[in-house]
């Protein structure tokens, strides 16, 4: 009887947890605020709001960190008054997270306004997101990621596809619906492979012609209609480098607001070593080669203002840590370093 007591405890305790838990009760009212649009509306009056221009987040620069302001409803309208813009703003807001004690964030576009007002009211720059991922702080660059990438959506999805008539936002952005059909769209993100590819004691990178002078990184690309993940790193490893995979493994994922909000796949590939001659397709990639342990270990202590040579040439420099594939190259290292160890 005791050991039956003991069991329905332990359930009971179980259960209680996750029913305070915080994530939990975060992401329940999330789906609330996406649901139920006089509840958002109640929320955007109290929420913080994270500013663009066409785009690009605004930071404030404090010494040599780079911060994400976040206004609230009161400081965002006041400047929206100031620039006789301050009717409807609240409608062109999307819901982009909230904090542990239920404080919504909000994100919202001011690209139709002059940008160096605002910048100037605010002390701050509106700044290209990919350069803003790389200077704040981790914990704010998902959140500017997922913010882009929704605001992108709602720009290009005004007119319904199937009937050509307006299409109408929801309060939280979860959604737009065209009334004339129907149809109800939802934000979507297109699935792309990351892949680092191994024979064994070497990784191969890669680099296209318009990445930054030196910097290679993991092999990637769209996932094609009807594929899966390991068809898709099969297919792009044979297309891209002419190698074929014996075996992957996954690794993680990460979303990526490039070019149109990305979800990367992240995998190790192995290929045979008797087999593993590159035969690199030039529409595609200006460079592929194999990297053995020690050119990694350099390769990830250098920062790209370091790697120009006297020559002009560039030493190979990887993505930051910020970026999925510099995780792929890091648990590449940490097995090869395991294995020689």
């Given at each position: 009887?005791?050991?039956?007591?003991?069991?329905?405890?332990?359930?009971?305790?179980?259960?209680?947890?996750?029913?305070?838990?915080?994530?939990?009760?975060?992401?329940?009212?999330?789906?609330?605020?996406?649901?139920?649009?006089?509840?958002?509306?109640?929320?955007?009056?109290?929420?913080?709001?994270?500013?663009?221009?066409?785009?690009?987040?605004?930071?404030?620069?404090?010494?040599?960190?780079?911060?994400?302001?976040?206004?609230?409803?009161?400081?965002?309208?006041q400047?929206?008054?100031?620039?006789?813009?301050?009717?409807?703003?609240?409608?062109?807001?999307v819901?982009?997270?909230?904090?542990?004690?239920?404080?919504?964030?909000?994100?919202?576009?001011?690209?139709?306004?002059?940008?160096?007002?605002?910048?100037s009211?605010?002390?701050?720059s509106?700044?290209?997101?990919?350069?803003?991922?790389?200077?704040?702080?981790?914990?704010?660059?998902?959140l500017?990621?997922?913010?882009?990438?929704?605001?992108?959506?709602?720009?290009?999805?005004?007119?319904?596809?199937?009937?050509?008539?307006?299409?109408?936002?929801?309060?939280?952005?979860?959604?737009?619906?065209?009334?004339?059909?129907?149809?109800?769209?939802?934000p979507?993100?297109?699935?792309?492979?990351?892949?680092?590819?191994?024979?064994?004691?070497?990784?191969?990178l890669?680099?296209?012609?318009?990445?930054?002078?030196?910097?290679?990184?993991?092999?990637?690309?769209?996932?094609?209609?009807?594929?899966?993940?390991?068809e898709?790193?099969?297919?792009?490893?044979?297309?891209?480098?002419?190698?074929?995979?014996?075996?992957?493994?996954?690794?993680?994922?990460?979303?990526?607001?490039?070019p149109?909000?990305?979800?990367m796949?992240?995998?190790?590939?192995?290929?045979?070593?008797?087999?593993?001659?590159?035969?690199?397709?030039?529409?595609?990639?200006?460079?592929?080669?194999?990297?053995?342990?020690?050119?990694?270990?350099?390769?990830?202590k250098?920062?790209?203002?370091?790697?120009?040579?006297?020559?002009?040439?560039?030493?190979?420099?990887?993505?930051?840590?910020?970026?999925?594939?510099?995780?792929?190259?890091?648990?590449?290292?940490?097995?090869?370093?395991?294995?020689t160890?």
């Amino acid at each position: 009887m005791a050991a039956v007591y003991q069991a329905l405890h332990r359930r009971v305790s179980s259960l209680a947890c996750r029913l305070h838990s915080t994530y939990v009760r975060k992401m329940r009212y999330l789906n609330q605020l996406k649901e139920d649009d006089s509840l958002c509306r109640q929320a955007q009056t109290s929420g913080t709001f994270y500013l663009f221009h066409n785009l690009s987040p605004f930071l404030q620069k404090a010494g040599k960190k780079y911060l994400v302001p976040q206004l609230s409803a009161a400081e965002t309208r006041q400047i929206l008054e100031k620039l006789q813009e301050a009717k409807g703003w609240l409608e062109k807001s999307v819901l982009i997270g909230c904090s542990d004690e239920h404080r919504p964030h909000f994100a919202l576009d001011l690209g139709a306004l002059d940008k160096s007002v605002i910048e100037s009211e605010l002390q701050g720059s509106f700044t290209d997101l990919q350069k803003a991922l790389f200077v704040v702080d981790e914990k704010d660059s998902p959140l500017l990621a997922s913010a882009q990438s929704l605001l992108r959506w709602h720009d290009s999805h005004q007119y319904c596809s199937k009937t050509g008539q307006p299409t109408e936002k929801n309060p939280a952005g979860s959604k737009r619906v065209c009334h004339a059909s129907g149809v109800t769209y939802y934000p979507q993100m297109s699935p792309v492979v990351i892949t680092l590819v191994s024979d064994g004691s070497r990784c191969l990178l890669a680099r296209q012609p318009s990445f930054p002078p030196g910097m290679f990184t993991a092999l990637s690309g769209f996932c094609d209609m009807g594929e899966n993940v390991e068809e898709a790193v099969r297919r792009e490893v044979a297309e891209e480098v002419g190698l074929e995979v014996e075996s992957l493994r996954y690794s993680a994922s990460q979303h990526w607001p490039f070019p149109r909000s990305s979800l990367m796949i992240a995998c190790h590939a192995l290929v045979g070593a008797q087999r593993a001659e590159i035969s690199m397709d030039t529409r595609e990639l200006e460079e592929a080669r194999w990297f053995g342990l020690e050119e990694i270990v350099e390769g990830l202590k250098r920062a790209p203002s370091s790697s120009k040579q006297g020559d002009g040439s560039f030493l190979p420099w990887f993505p930051p840590k910020q970026a999925i594939a510099h995780q792929l190259i890091r648990e590449w290292l940490q097995q090869q370093t395991a294995q020689t160890a």
